[in-house]
């Protein structure tokens, strides 16, 4: 992990976000160096699911070598982030140093996402980055640091981010575009950045939207914390940058990003936003109606898309199972496809020497995948990665994700067989 250096010492750091997850554990690194905190939140009472409170957070960040000031801010309202601005500057004499990391979150597409669910969204992510960031402004100036960082991704224009969570992705990509515009307008005088991880990090929206067998796919809180340390280090001309954690770190010589794995050794989960893996064509495209292919995918041709594609990848899959697979799996897959040759297929490697069927498993599920027959012979074919479909809305996923991806490395066992 990245040492401390001591620079952030009496240096000011407002963090909105930062009574749980990424803004604590951004915190906490700044407190160590001797950094004062503010914490710009609004849980004041223990969630019964989301633990923390600015207090809670407050006397972490006391215990770790900082000072802190929490403060009751809902982004959404402008006077409660000029109250807290007001409270920093009176009590620590400036603000060097401004996080933008409150979001909201819902990955839903467009008839799915209720009006409501939209403005939180914009409000929170867009709005909320924008207000904060235009009432640090005037005290970020005056300071020989002089830091703002987003916590948002670099900005893709591949429609797969856009397709199943478009109001997400606006809200998101607002804040980005706050970094573009905001590090021209003030160069020199303000370093402005985005910072997004490469992989999911574990935190409790996550363990909220992917259940808690997700955490085994994630990294910890603490590879954010080291990279906004390490942006936090550099100077003003260091601006306009969409960062990525794992990028900046190998940066700085970290080789070991074991350090960082909630389970060194396992399968992580790719983040949105990033072209990065090789299914995918990294199309930035300029006509609104371009949609993004897989490498060396062409096009079925009707006779190709014949019934009966999805009966035949099970019939391999049946083949190609054996006892030691089963022992190794130990759980029961369901498949809702819909398309041609669709319907519900269960894949029971628990029982016995395994089992493949049309119909729900006699056993219970421990996982439900939901996606389009296409999509499917696809998956089991090897011309789309799993990770990558459940990532870009194409796979849904229900139980035990841990046990998703064993079947996508059984899947690739049985590749050069389909």
Known sequence: MLPNTGKLAGCTVFITGASRGIGKAIALKAAKDGANIVIAAKTT?????????????????????????????????????SNAVEKAVEKFGGIDILVNNASAISLTNTLETPTKRVDLMMNVNTRGTYLTSKACIPYLKKSKVAHILNLSPPLNLNPLWFKQHCAYTIAKYGMSMCVLGMAEEFKGEIAVNALWPKTAIHTAAVEMLGGSDVENLCRKVDIIADAAYSIFKKPKSFTGNFIVDENILKEEGIKNFDVYAVKPGHSLLPDMFLDEYPDLVTKKTESHGAVPELKGEKPQSPAEQRSGAVEETFRIVKDSLTDDIVKATQAVFQFELSGEDGGTWFLDLKNKSGNIGYGEPSDHADVVMSMSTDDFVKMFSGKLKPTMAFMSGKLKIKGNMALAVKLEKLMNQLQAKL
């Open 45 to 81: 009472q223990a969630h019964p699911r989301l633990a923390g409170t600015i207090y809670t957070a407050a006397e972490e960040i006391e215990a770790a070598g900082g000072k802190a000031l929490p403060c009751i801010v809902d982004v959404r309202d402008e006077q409660q982030i």
